[in-house]
């Protein structure tokens, strides 16, 4: 690929042109990544240049490793921009051997330092300094705009905090540094520089990939005010522990000026997606929300909740503001969730949510996680006659239990003997397998009986009392094979009903098509 070298200066106070060092931020297999985006427009704003690379997308259950052209391009580009640092956002646990495979080929090809930051480094930094030439061990904002200052200039950087350096088998280890306490501080995501590029395929792209997205997604927080073992929050709180608050929000004001800005870039917008752990309840948040939304933006969005969050007068008062569709966590049976997830949530609370839900017209989608390694028949019996219970229509999705490194569940998992150090994400990558539940996934037949049973479930056009009858045969549960095709055959009707309605809207894009028409799993729904 041939490219024309971009000239990247900023003025010194005499007026003269000083150069500065180049960075490229990478998103592995994620474009809508918000930390790539935050980063780029921190340093940004302090002048400073940075190429934007979407390396890949996500696949349901898929995982396409990187082709040879793919890396040329890649190594290519960087060469071209004359890229300085070269940072790569770990989100997801998943992509570890895809991270190094990059850093590796990066420090041959090129000899450009690599920094690695994200959730996987922040829950393993040890281990990623290995690889890493500079990890980031916490929020990353302060941290690598001093570390582009300080490169730009010549400066040593090795007592910046946040960020540890390794020269040769020599270690430097900053201490972590403090939360940012005022998010509203930072600049907005950047959707709007030229210099983003898309890695895929033998052809290199250049523009923000989600730019003609129907449903632009916004966060308002930062952290969680739960500590359920099985997310990456509930390791994050203790690493964090003494320096500052964890669960930290936008103001209403900040929030309203991001999607503004948004409703100018992006020309297609329909709904707005607060992607938060869970959304922000704060009363006089809430308040000033309520009479600001409306009138200010006025679309439709969806939000993530919890069930011991979920009061009628309350969510009545968001579905005046625009609430359309809400997304809960259920998880599994009261036994599992308490013993196995640190979460204490009584099925009549459950229930009361989905009544509620229900009786607001809100469209309900409850996430569920299957495959643990605890249930018991009892357990799973339970959780689908609490199902059973629900008012239609409503949306389940389920999750496969994926273990993440370094996690409360992790931890207990291992402590009792029930997995492996190979089985947790980052050397195991079931992630790109069975992320979200897929019936033709091996299972003992009594976990398929009833993942199919869970799949049947949300089909409105099924009546109920035909599950009692699937539900009473007991030679389904033994040889579940005619009850999973009858479930795959209703989710071929749901999913191309779905995919009309979307059409008709707008809203069924390309990446949407890519990221779940795949011939190797067939999403449920």
Same mark, same amino acid.
């Given at each position: ?8 200066t ?13 960075t490229?931020?990478?998103?592995l297999?994620d ?14 704003r ?14 349901n ?31 997801a ?48 904002e302060e941290?690598?705009?001093?570390l582009?200052?300080?490169m730009s200039?010549k ?26 306490c ?16 898309i ?16 449903v ?30 964890y ?27 607060f ?20 009138? &200010?933006i +006025?679309?439709?969005? #969806?939000?993530?909740? *919890?069930? !011991?969050l979920?009061?009628?007068? @309350? ?25 196995l ?59 496969s ?13 291992? &402590?009792? +003997?029930?997995?492996? #150090?190979?089985?947790? *994400?980052? !050397?195991?990558t079931?992630?790109? @397998? ?13 976990d ?11 089909k ?8 009692w ?6 030679k ?27 059409l ?18 067939f999403?449920t729904?």
């Amino acid at each position: 690929m041939a490219m024309e070298t971009l000239e990247n200066t900023q003025k010194s106070e005499t007026g003269s042109k000083v150069k500065t060092c180049k960075t490229a931020i990478i998103s592995l297999y994620d474009f809508e990544n918000n930390a790539t985006r935050l980063l780029a427009a921190v340093l940004r704003r302090e002048g400073y240049y940075v190429a934007e690379i979407f390396f890949k997308d996500w696949k349901n259950n898929f995982f396409e490793p990187p082709t040879e052209d793919e890396l040329n391009n890649f190594i290519q580009l960087l060469k071209d921009l004359e890229i300085g640092l070269v940072a790569i956002s770990l989100r997801a646990s998943a992509y570890l051997q895809v991270a190094t495979q990059l850093t590796r080929l990066i420090q041959e090809k090129t000899g450009i330092p690599v920094l690695w930051g994200g959730t996987h480094v922040v829950l393993c930094p040890e281990d990623s300094i290995q690889v890493a030439d500079m990890v980031c061990i916490g929020e990353g904002e302060e941290g690598i705009v001093e570390l582009v200052k300080r490169m730009s200039e010549k400066q040593d950087y090795t007592d910046i905090p946040n960020i540890w350096v390794r020269r040769g088998s020599e270690i430097t280890r900053t201490p972590l540094a403090h939360l940012l306490c005022d998010l509203d501080a930072l600049p907005f995501r950047d959707y709007t520089s030229p210099d983003k590029y898309i890695i895929m395929g033998k052809k290199i792209g250049r523009k923000d990939p989600m730019i003609e997205d129907p449903v632009f997604q916004i966060m308002a927080n930062r952290g969680c005010p739960y500590h359920c073992a099985y997310c990456y929050n509930s390791t994050l709180r203790k690493i964090y522990k003494g320096k500052g608050k964890y669960y930290r929000y936008r103001s209403v004001d900040s929030v309203l000026q991001e999607l503004k800005l948004a409703l100018k870039t992006f020309k297609n917008i329909k709904k707005i997606r607060f992607d938060d752990e869970v959304f922000n309840f704060d009363n006089e948040w809430v308040k000033e929300f309520h009479d600001k939304y409306p009138k &200010e933006i +006025g679309l439709p969005f #969806e939000c993530f909740t *919890e069930p !011991k969050l979920v009061e009628l007068e @309350r969510f009545r008062k968001m579905k005046e503001s625009g609430l359309v569709a809400v997304y809960m966590g259920i998880q599994n049976s009261f036994r599992i969730t308490e013993e196995l997830y640190d979460r204490n949530t009584p099925a009549d609370t459950i229930k009361k949510a989905a009544d509620v839900f229900h009786e607001l017209g809100l469209d309900s989608r409850f996430q569920l996680i299957l495959d643990d390694p605890l249930s018991c028949s009892e357990d799973k019996e339970e959780l689908f006659k609490l199902l059973m219970t629900f008012e239609r229509p409503f949306e389940l999705y389920l999750f496969s239990l994926t273990v993440f490194p370094n996690t409360e569940l992790s931890r207990k998992l291992l &402590e009792d +003997g029930i997995i492996t #150090e190979d089985q947790i *994400e980052g !050397k195991d990558t079931k992630t790109f @397998r069975q992320l979200r539940v897929d019936l033709s996934y091996p299972r003992k037949p009594e976990d398929t009986y009833w993942a199919a049973m869970l799949v049947l479930l949300t089909k409105k056009f099924i009546p109920k009392d035909l599950l009692w009858k699937f539900y009473n045969d007991k030679k389904l549960r033994e040889n579940p094979k005619p009850l999973v095709m009858f479930a795959q055959f209703s989710n071929l009707i749901k999913m191309g009903w779905l995919a009309g309605t979307m059409l008709l809207r707008g809203d069924l894009t390309t990446t949407l098509i890519r990221r779940w028409l795949s011939s190797h799993s067939f999403i449920t729904q």
